[in-house]
């Protein structure tokens, strides 16, 4: 099939190399031209593994396009793609300017028969709105071009995208009519082999299903971290707890890691906009405002541990910081706990030495520039521990997972390690480090 996707952010390139390599003739589309140049130049705006050889080998078969040129791409595609961001606003509800641009953008230029397909994450009607206002436009220039609509959700996981876009777990497909699914059905058909994994639902299940999967993920954490707070207080070891509970079948042992709080551009914005799309329809939430209530207090915890070490005089004191990116295997920094922890450090008077293997630009470009002067960026792991009074893990790359703990010793002033994410094991306290954790 020949595909337009509108939209080169993390989901749009994904989803593009994806159908690509799976034979298709794929357009991405995006109004920012040096985005478009580096993409055709193989430069990517975002940090994915695998992501960058994959777009040049479907570069290279010319079945990967990148244009500003929408026009040209709808009249060369049967199915069009919206993989465009739908930021928070202030006050927890989606902004959906950007979709209702692209919406625009589509009806201005389209010239047959297509069928839209949102795979941005929106609220719930959004999709029925989408038409409605392509359809207006359509009208207004007494155009016979007509449009499908189609909700099909994206659950990809930042460090995994094309694993999890290649073979997902799922495929829903929500649209009003057996046709248009058959249609995604078979553009599917050569990542999915077992049948049993298209779901077909109506659209505003779809755009539903979206929100509940997220919020249930950041449940899952911001309930293990309770636990893991009270294990705190009570001298349980929280990864005992999460053996036992993590083999009840039930259960299982995802997400239920107990650590300094989730981050990223999609658990948070979700679960406050799920929270929203209730109030707007009468219903007032209860779990959902302490999903969010208990990250936000996780994600100061590595403070409160360091101000009992240390005092709230920070002034004398330098901290190196392992780990910048809210999860491993990405550059994102979007609300990462680094974000909280660094700036906490430097409003106490506290200096910093961070090390990140890939997420450092990005962070420079998302932390207050009243805060880069007490910060100092290095080249490697070791590095940021020179002079240091203690090490502070905020997320878990494998490069952290094994250190050399001699070279910890010589290069810190003094044996401490705030452990956020429980990578370590309490034997290297008979090394002499003092190791503090979240839970254990």
């Known amino acids: 099939m020949n595909i337009t996707v509108i939209g080169a952010g993390y989901v749009g390139i994904v989803t593009c190399a994806c159908f690509s390599k799976m034979g298709n003739k794929v357009y991405c589309v995006d109004i920012d031209n040096q985005k478009i140049n580096n993409l055709k130049n193989n430069i990517m705006p975002i940090y994915e593994p695998n992501l960058k050889t994959l777009v040049k080998e479907c570069q290279n078969k010319n079945d990967l396009l990148f244009t500003?040129?929408?026009?040209?791409?709808?009249?060369?595609?049967?199915?069009?793609?919206?993989?465009?961001?739908?930021?928070?606003?202030?006050?927890?509800?989606?902004?959906?300017?950007y979709i209702f641009s692209a919406a625009r953008d589509i009806a201005n230029n389209i010239t047959r028969d297509s069928l839209v397909v949102v795979k941005s994450t929106v609220p719930v009607g959004t999709c029925f709105k989408i038409k409605k206002y392509i359809e207006n436009i359509l009208d207004e220039k007494n155009?016979?071009?007509?449009i499908n609509i189609a909700s099909n959700p994206e659950f990809l996981k930042e460090g995994n995208a094309i694993e999890d876009c290649l073979h997902p777990d799922r495929v829903i497909i929500g649209c009003d009519n057996y046709e248009i699914y058959e249609i995604l059905k078979d553009l599917y058909s050569s990542f999915v082999l077992n049948h049993d994994r298209f779901i077909f639902m109506d659209i505003k299940s779809a755009e539903m299903t979206k929100y509940v999967s997220n919020a249930m993920l950041a449940t899952k954490i911001s309930f293990m971290n309770e636990i893991a707070n009270i294990c705190d207080v009570t001298?349980?070891?929280?990864?005992?707890?999460?053996?036992?509970?993590?083999?009840?079948?039930?259960?299982?042992?995802?997400?239920?890691?107990?650590?300094?709080?989730?981050?990223?551009?999609?658990?948070?914005?979700?679960?406050?906009a799920l929270i929203k799309t209730a109030e707007n329809n009468g219903y007032r939430t209860n779990i959902l405002p302490n999903v969010e209530m208990v990250n936000k207090k996780q994600k100061m915890l590595l403070i409160r541990k360091i101000v009992d070490k240390f005092g709230e005089d920070l002034s004398a004191l330098n901290f190196a910081i392992w780990g910048l990116s809210f999860?491993?295997?990405?550059?994102?920094?979007?609300e990462a706990t680094s974000l909280v922890?660094?700036?906490?450090?430097?409003?106490?008077g506290g200096k910093v030495k961070v090390y990140d293997p890939k997420a450092q630009s990005e962070f420079k470009k998302e932390i207050s520039n009243d805060y880069l002067s007490s910060i100092e960026f290095t080249n490697n792991r070791y590095d940021a521990l020179n002079d240091c009074d203690a090490l502070v893990l905020i997320t878990e790359w494998k490069e952290f997972r094994n250190p050399d703990f001699d070279i910890l010793s010589k290069r810190l002033k003094r044996k401490i390690i705030f452990d956020g994410r429980n990578i370590y094991n309490k034997r290297i306290i008979n090394l002499g480090f003092e190791l503090y954790q979240i839970g254990c």
């Not at 040129?69 to 300017?97: Q, R, W, Y």
């Not at 922890?341 to 409003?347: L, Q, R, T």
């Open 143 to 146: 155009s016979s071009v007509k």
């Open 235 to 272: 001298g349980v070891n929280i990864k005992n707890i999460r053996l036992g509970v993590g083999s009840d079948k039930r259960i299982g042992y995802d997400y239920i890691y107990s650590g300094c709080g989730y981050g990223g551009s999609c658990f948070s914005k979700d679960v406050r």
């Open 68 to 97: 500003n040129n929408l026009k040209e791409a709808l009249d060369d595609s049967n199915i069009i793609f919206i993989a465009v961001g739908t930021p928070m606003d202030d006050d927890g509800s989606v902004n959906l300017d």
């Open 327 to 334: 999860k491993p295997d990405t550059d994102d920094v979007r």
């Open 341 to 348: 922890v660094i700036s906490e450090i430097i409003k106490k």
